[in-house]
């Protein structure tokens, strides 16, 4: 079946630790975003990228690095610089950059003590 | 600039009474507009979608009218069930601009 996946589901880390958060899609998509939701403030966009080797700052891009090596790949580093990084992390793809039709994988939740 | 504003949660609703989610934008330009849903521990899927004005999204037995004069896309279903229990997210999007979410209105049915 053709999808988004997120992995861990669940990741827990210390304080001052770099985390990767896993986003993989076989939909062939060429655009895809990272967003980070928490409550009653919706989603936020971080990052997103529209080709491969190509990527640009969402609105709350500080603290969060991207790569995107590949087309199906699209991982995020969440560093030490981030301030308040517990948040629910959401990856979603599209057809293109300027394509209504995002598709979510089911998210990741950190948690950073 | 780009903004959706919706009513705020949580809705509590008994099995099969009428649902009305309202939602407002502003936005640069000619938006086209969206619902999209998240149930429990998982990611948003579209719900449904409008792209231009007068324009009716319908799915699952959920509906939502864009209304340019009154700049709304509310979500409404005649008879939810507790299986619609979720969080609703509006969303625009203008020309080559990012998706813009409202905060989400968290909905429970009890049965």
């Known amino acids: 079946d053709g999808g988004i996946t997120q992995s861990p589901k669940y990741l827990f880390r210390k304080e001052g630790q770099n985390v990767t958060l896993s986003c993989e899609q076989n939909?062939?998509?060429?655009?895809m975003y990272w967003y980070r939701q928490d409550p009653g403030q919706g989603l936020r966009l971080i990052y997103y990228?529209?080709?491969?080797?190509?990527?640009q700052k969402g609105d709350i891009a500080e603290g969060y690095s991207v790569s995107r090596e590949k087309k199906e790949s699209f991982p995020l580093t969440v560093t030490s610089a981030q301030k308040n990084p517990t948040a629910f992390y959401l990856c979603?793809?599209?057809?293109?950059?300027?394509?209504?039709?995002?598709?979510f994988g089911p998210g990741t939740r950190l948690t950073v003590t | 600039g780009n903004s959706v504003t919706q009513m705020e949660g949580p809705v509590t609703l008994s099995e099969e009474a009428f649902l009305t989610i309202n939602c407002t934008y502003t936005a640069t330009g000619y938006p086209s507009l969206f619902w999209y849903v998240q149930y429990p521990g998982e990611g948003l899927q579209l719900l449904l979608k409008?792209?231009?004005?007068?324009d009716k999204g319908s799915n699952k037995g959920f509906e939502a009218t864009y209304r340019k004069e009154t700049t709304s896309f509310h979500l409404e279903k005649g008879s939810v069930q507790v299986s619609d229990s979720a969080v609703y997210f509006c969303?625009?999007?203008?020309?080559?601009?990012?998706?813009?979410f409202g905060t989400g209105t968290r909905l429970t049915v009890i049965p």
């Open positions: 979603a793809s599209s057809v293109k950059k300027d394509s209504y039709e995002q598709y």
């Open positions: 939909l062939n998509h060429d655009a």
């Open positions: 409008a792209t231009k004005a007068d």
């Open positions: 969303a625009l999007i203008t020309g080559a601009n990012n998706l813009f």
């Open positions: 990228s529209q080709i491969v080797n190509d990527f």
